[in-house]
């Protein structure tokens, strides 16, 4: 067996819930052992589920819609994503997703370069 790769089933990783927003995750950073970008799985429940609105002072982010339409709020805009789409945040834009629908959403986020404590909240307008 080799360990140049890691692998992880998503339905059997461990999920915690976010200290700062109680939303359900998969902290594939740790169960991969990633080095040059971090990675977790966002589990939106429906209604009026919200992640903090933030900016990154370096990291840019990549927002995959895995289970969806997914709603992401990109500076003054609030986008729908189709499932199996992608959206690429540079690191000042404000970002926050959020799920005001009926129908849950799972989002799979990576950044990079793989900065810890990067993100920056601000007060939602």
Excluded at 1 to 25: I, N
Excluded at 93 to 114: K, M, S
């Amino acid at each position: 067996m080799t360990d140049a790769y890691r692998a992880v089933e998503l339905a059997e990783a461990p999920r915690v819930r976010s200290e700062k927003s109680g939303t359900e995750t998969v902290d594939l950073t740790t169960d991969l052992g990633l080095a040059e970008m971090r990675a977790r799985v966002w589990f939106l429940e429906p209604g009026n589920t919200r992640k903090p609105l933030h900016r990154h002072a370096t990291q840019e982010e990549l927002y995959v819609v895995l289970e969806g339409p997914g709603r992401l709020r990109v500076g003054d805009e609030t986008l729908d994503v189709p499932t199996d789409a992608a959206v690429r945040v540079p690191p000042e834009t404000p970002r926050q997703l959020l799920n005001d629908t009926d129908r849950p959403h799972v989002w799979l986020v990576v950044g990079a370069p793989p900065v810890e404590h990067d993100g920056r909240p601000l007060e939602t307008p």
